[in-house]
């Protein structure tokens, strides 16, 4: 079964680049432009990753977060945000509070190598042996 991955990214462009990428790996993929309906749609796709951007309209990423969080189904967070690091840091200790794996940081710019570096390792540690 191909890894899932989910886009919560209000950026329709930088959506469509993640989305040819996994693409472009083997993944199947959902992108969400609105992150106050973000929760309801990750629990019902159930992903394997999620790419998380930290900065947008309505709700942040600290928010939807928690919430994916709280939820407790297992999946792999990349968080992405072009306010640097230490924005993303604060994500990372989020993630430690509720026990979950360190988020991976993807910061913006990045180049599409390293997103499909990212990607691909991610799927790799998701999918099971013979999958």
Known sequence: MSPRLMVIDDDAGIAKVMGLAATQIGM???TVDDPVEAIERYTEYRPDIVVLDM????KDGIDVLRDILRTGI???IVL????GET????ARG????????????LPKPFRRQELID????LASAATPAGA
């Open 28 to 30: 199947k993929f959902l």
């Open 55 to 58: 900065i947008m309209p309505g």
């Open 80 to 83: 992405t945000s072009g306010f």
């Open 74 to 76: 297992p999946s792999k």
């Open 118 to 121: 990212v990607l691909t390792s």
């Open 87 to 90: 924005y993303l840091r604060l």
């Open 94 to 105: 989020l993630a430690a509070f509720y026990g979950a794996a360190e988020p991976v940081l």
